[in-house]
């Protein structure tokens, strides 16, 4: 599902920089490695998604961390993302200890999940666009010495879902459905595609 509030004063020379709503330093890679000017400007927003669904919460999440900037960041362009893991519908977020990360990674063995990351644009202080983008990710049947290793490596201990495809866990993962850059936390095509169409308006 994507929501596409009406353009009023979008400028064009917005296109030039973006701003984004993140700290995290993957997506601040993945942005430089396609070119784009940005800054990082972090937003200080709580994640409280209101959608009973839980599958909405990326997009929510999002959306309040472009709508915290955009508040602060006039005639900026924001960009908000959430990335979350579902197992089952559930939403895995980051471990947070080593116990709570091996077990969601005993969870995720020999199986598939979701992986959703949501994409929210926002323009002094409203949202222009909402969206989001899932991967199917598939997990080798790995060992439990496997499991306990990547562990052990403390690679899982900030990443939701308690992995990383683009670090150590990419050897815990047997094939992904979709977009890679999405597992990262940054689906560069979805992206690209809700700023090309925000720019065709203005």
């Not at 197992?87 to 080593?98: I, M, N, R, V």
């Not at 969601?104 to 926002?122: E, Q, Y």
């Not at 199917?136 to 939701?160: G, H, I």
């Not at 977009?179 to 925000?198: E, H, I, K, S």
Request: aromatic share 6%; with cysteine.
């Amino acid at each position: 599902m994507e929501i596409t509030n009406k353009i009023t004063d979008l400028k064009p020379f917005a296109f030039d920089e973006v701003v984004l709503a993140s700290g995290s330093p993957r997506r601040r890679e993945i942005l430089s490695q396609i070119g784009m000017k940005f800054r990082v400007v972090v937003s200080n927003d709580e994640e409280s998604p209101k959608s009973n669904n839980p599958l909405d919460f990326p997009r929510e999440n999002a959306s309040a961390k472009a709508l915290s900037v955009s508040a602060k960041e006039h005639d900026s362009l924001v960009l908000g993302f959430d990335t979350l893991v579902f197992l089952d519908g559930e939403p895995l977020g980051k471990p947070g200890t080593p116990e709570k990360a091996l077990e969601m990674l005993k969870r995720l063995n020999g199986r598939s999940h979701k992986v959703i990351t949501g994409v929210a644009v926002a323009w002094n202080g409203a949202i222009l666009s909402a969206t989001e983008e899932e991967t199917e990710v598939f997990f080798r049947n790995n060992t439990l010495q496997e499991l306990e290793d990547y562990v052990n490596s403390k690679d899982p201990m900030d990443k939701a879902g308690a992995y990383g495809i683009q670090t150590q866990g990419a050897r815990l993962i047997s094939g992904i459905r979709g977009c890679y850059y999405n597992v990262v936390g940054l689906p560069v095509a979805r992206l690209l595609d809700v700023l090309g169409r925000l720019k065709e308006k203005t």
